[in-house]
């Protein structure tokens, strides 16, 4: 069985958010998707399979992270149609069916792909009691990203103190159904992004995610009213690190980011 490791929201290997592609003829069991998922052991590793022509979505497409099935993730489906257009396996925009409904993923002349999600509800609450020492920092807002996607959405002072940050994993937990999204506006916006942000998600066993494409169907909106611009560019700071371009487009969001396959092998499992 074919497997291909995936280094998206990146130009160049090494660097943004890897994750394990699989296309396969059909789901086997969740027992077995997530036994592989563990084994790659990256933050998610994406399964696809083609489904019927004449349908609402060319293929099927779900994630699992080591520890858990998840309901959307950005940078895998990017991994996933990077690996699709790459192969010859499908030509032009695709469009996949998952738990977050049918997703579509266009290929640009300039080798980037768009991912089109649903925009994150971004509804004002209260920084909860406690979130500050466990993340190290004192958040100044705070959002509540839906259940769609089931985050706390934190901005910081400033771009520093999202590179600083040396959160308390097991404790931010208890604050969300995923994660918590830490953000800031950039400090220099001409070193080419408006917005940084990091991301923390061990509810679904992964501490940090390195670029999360998923975070910014929150980040934009949040960001986009801030700035009083619709498209957007973001920095995930994570040690990897990777660019996320954004715009809303009315109750959608669009993710554009490059991929590299770093590793195409065999599963003998």
């Given at each position: 069985m074919r497997i291909r490791i995936v280094d998206a929201f990146t130009d160049r290997?090494?660097?943004?958010?890897?994750?394990?592609?699989?296309?396969?003829?059909?789901?086997?069991?969740?027992?077995?998707?997530?036994?592989?998922?563990?084994?790659?052991?990256?933050?998610?590793?994406?399964?696809?399979?083609?489904?019927?022509?004449?349908?609402?979505?060319?293929?099927?497409?779900?994630?699992?992270?080591?520890?858990?099935?998840?309901?959307?993730?950005?940078?895998?489906?990017?991994?996933?149609?990077?690996?699709?257009?790459?192969?010859?396996?499908?030509?032009?925009?695709?469009?996949?069916?998952?738990?977050?409904?049918?997703?579509?993923?266009?290929?640009?002349?300039?080798?980037?792909?768009?991912?089109?999600?649903?925009?994150?509800?971004?509804?004002?609450?209260?920084?909860?009691?406690?979130?500050a020492d466990a993340l190290g920092a004192q958040p100044l807002a705070a959002r509540d990203t839906g259940a769609g996607l089931g985050d706390l959405l934190l901005e910081v002072a400033d771009e520093k103190t999202?590179?600083?940050?040396?959160?308390?994993?097991?404790a931010l937990a208890a604050y969300a159904s995923r994660g918590v999204t830490v953000t800031a506006r950039a400090q220099d916006p001409a070193r080419g992004y408006d917005f940084v942000s990091r991301c923390f998600f061990p509810n679904v066993g992964v501490d940090e995610d390195p670029v999360t494409g998923s975070a910014h169907t929150a980040l934009a909106p949040y960001w986009s009213r801030r700035l009083g611009r619709p498209d957007l560019t973001g920095l995930q700071a994570s040690a990897r690190s990777g660019l996320v371009r954004t715009a809303l487009r009315d109750d959608r969001t669009l993710l554009t980011g490059h991929a590299v396959t770093v590793i195409d092998g065999e599963l003998l499992a």
């Open positions: 290997p090494f660097a943004g958010n890897p994750a394990g592609v699989l296309l396969l003829d059909a789901f086997p069991g969740d027992d077995w998707l997530q036994q592989a998922a563990l084994e790659v052991n990256h933050a998610e590793t994406a399964f696809a399979h083609p489904l019927p022509e004449g349908g609402e979505a060319d293929w099927a497409l779900r994630w699992f992270t080591p520890a858990a099935e998840v309901d959307l993730c950005g940078h895998a489906t990017l991994a996933a149609a990077h690996v699709l257009h790459t192969t010859g396996a499908h030509a032009g925009p695709v469009r996949f069916a998952t738990r977050s409904g049918v997703l579509t993923a266009a290929p640009g002349a300039d080798g980037a792909i768009t991912l089109d999600f649903p925009t994150a509800p971004l509804t004002a609450v209260e920084v909860p009691d406690g979130v999202v590179r600083e940050l040396t959160p308390d994993h097991q």
